[in-house]
Nanobody, 120 residues
Framework: QMQLVESGGGLVQPGGSLRLSCAASGSIFSIVAMGWYRQAPGKERELVASKNSGGGTEYADAVKGRFTISRDNAKNMVYLQMNSLKPEDTAVYYC??????????????WGQGTQVTVSS
């Protein structure tokens, strides 16, 4: 099976920046897409950004123009550059990958989450 490990979260002031990283490892046949989700206290988990193998990118309306997702397919990594952070961005951020672990078997995999806190 595949494992995902996030890093880069922390405490930042409003207007600041953070860069999240996620590394995939384990038995991987092919990663279809990788992305980032977040969950704030009392809220449902929501998509932040995703990028598929063909390069297609999707962003939540709340982060468009501020966040940028990128992938390094050779290293099986995905990044989230977060700029102009707002208190409303405070959440646990989760890395996600949809991957085939065999030629015919796929599933969604999740990291453990990394806390991002935006506060003065």
């Amino acid at each position: 099976q595949m494992q995902l490990v996030e890093s880069g979260g922390g405490l930042v002031q409003p207007g600041g920046s953070l860069r999240l990283s996620c590394a995939a490892s384990g038995s991987i046949f092919s990663i279809v897409a990788m992305g980032w989700y977040r969950q704030a206290p009392g809220k449902e988990r929501e998509l932040v950004a995703s990028k598929n193998s063909g390069g297609g990118t999707e962003y939540a309306d709340a982060v468009k123009g501020r966040f940028t997702i990128s992938r390094d397919n050779a290293k099986n990594m995905v990044y989230l550059q977060m700029n102009s952070l707002k208190p409303e961005d405070t959440a646990v951020y989760y890395c996600n990958a949809r991957a085939y672990t065999t030629y015919s078997t796929w599933d969604d995999y999740w990291g453990q989450g990394t806390q991002v806190t935006v506060s003065s």
